[in-house]
């Protein structure tokens, strides 16, 4: 699986942004996909993720941080999730790294996933 994640950028405190993680190669592999981020310095720290049993049906999780902010979706057609971010922070701001996972295990730990994207820049300004 080949993820590649891009819509980061440059934006003030209390805008918004949308974040896009494309899939290809073996995604009907995947169970479920997540995005992280991450500060120098710092480890990867959850942010969401999404999950599928096969249906049509999708489980979402959050970081307590991101609770009612931050919106998982995805678009099983386009093979693609995003991540829109509304009432963004100067804390929000990292590098955001999207990951799927094909094994049972944990969607809130890095460990938990199998292929990982390049970063994508999300900068909040105050």
């Known amino acids: 699986v080949q993820l590649q994640a891009f819509g980061g950028g440059l934006v003030q405190a209390g805008g918004s942004l949308r974040l896009s993680c494309a899939a290809s190669?073996?995604?009907?592999?995947?169970?479920?996909m997540g995005w992280f981020r991450q500060t120098p310095g710092k480890e990867r720290e959850f942010v969401a993720a999404v999950w599928w049993n096969g249906g049509s049906t999708n489980y979402c999780d959050y970081a307590d941080s991101v609770k009612g902010r931050f919106t998982i979706s995805r678009d099983n057609a386009k093979n693609t999730v995003y991540l829109q971010m509304n009432s963004l922070r100067p804390e929000d701001t990292a590098a955001y790294y999207c990951?799927?996972?094909?094994?049972?295990?944990?969607?809130?730990?890095?460990?938990?996933?199998?292929?990982w994207g390049q970063g994508t820049e999300v900068t909040v300004s105050s």
């Open positions: 190669g073996r995604t009907f592999s995947s169970n479920g």
């Open positions: 990951a799927a996972k094909t094994r049972y295990s944990t969607f809130r730990h890095p460990t938990g996933y199998d292929y």
